[in-house]
Nanobody
């Protein structure tokens, strides 16, 4: 059974950067499609970024495109998300998610992700 643990959240000023990490265990990491979602207070959970099993395909929501980079290290069983030029509207709990399958393309649909981490808080002050 896959387990995910996120880290790297915190309080940062607008314009700053954060790098979130997610450590996976319980299954061969290269068998997993990975993604990041976030949920702000009072809002629905939304897709942020995804990466396919070998890192050959990535996807970003428009609001972070150009500011975010998702990457994975299959040897270390980790996926990361770096967001630069942070904005107050990036404030949310960020969740790492995993889905089983060596998908050709990164996928935004939350339905394919069956395991979720506990979340890490990101707060961006203006």
């Amino acid at each position: 059974q896959v387990q995910l643990v996120e880290s790297g959240g915190g309080l940062v000023q607008a314009g700053g950067s954060l790098r979130l990490s997610c450590a996976a265990s319980g299954r061969t990491f290269s068998d997993l499609a990975m993604a990041w979602f976030r949920q702000a207070p009072g809002k629905e959970r939304e897709f942020v970024s995804a990466i396919n099993w070998n890192g050959g395909s990535t996807s970003y929501t428009n609001s972070v495109k150009g500011r975010a980079t998702v990457a994975r290290d299959n040897a270390k069983n980790m996926v990361s998300l770096q967001i630069d030029n942070l904005k107050p509207e990036d404030t949310a709990v960020y969740y790492c998610a995993a889905g089983v399958g060596r998908l050709l393309y990164a996928r935004e649909n939350p339905g394919i992700y069956t395991t979720w981490g506990q979340g890490t808080q990101v707060t961006v002050s203006s």
